[in-house]
């Protein structure tokens, strides 16, 4: 499976910005997709993730409520909204896929759970 981010750019305080992960491939071996962000000096970091067979979504703590994962019905294609963005959102942003087969249901907050990474999209939170 490939993936491909898109939709980062330089925004100001309490903007809105839209990320896609466009995956290409094998995509009905998708179990699910996650974002992740890395700021400069930071370890990557879970942002959220989205169950392909039941939309079930698991948000980081600290984006529960600004930012929201869903996905198209084509199944081809993953949504990362941020919404009222702070300065401290400012990171190269991921997207990653598990794919089938998986034993049991992983939680998939952890960069380790994942198999295919996309190269990232930037977004920049100017105060």
């Known amino acids: 499976v490939q993936l491909v981010e898109s939709g980062g750019g330089s925004v100001q305080a309490g903007d809105s910005l839209r990320l896609s992960c466009a995956a290409s491939?094998?995509?009905?071996?998708?179990?699910?997709i996650g974002w992740f962000r890395q700021a400069p000096g930071k370890e990557r970091e879970f942002v959220g993730n989205?169950?392909?067979?039941?939309?079930?979504?698991v948000y980081a703590d600290g984006v529960q409520g600004r930012f929201a994962v869903w996905r198209d019905t084509g199944r081809t294609t993953a949504y990362l909204q941020l919404n009222s963005l702070e300065p401290d959102d400012t990171a190269l942003y991921y997207c990653a896929t598990r794919v089938k087969p998986v034993a049991g249901a992983p939680r998939l907050v952890s960069r380790e759970e994942y198999d295919y990474w996309g190269r990232g999209t930037q977004v920049t939170v100017s105060s």
């Open positions: 989205i169950r392909w067979d039941d939309d079930k979504t």
């Open positions: 491939g094998r995509t009905h071996y998708i179990y699910g």
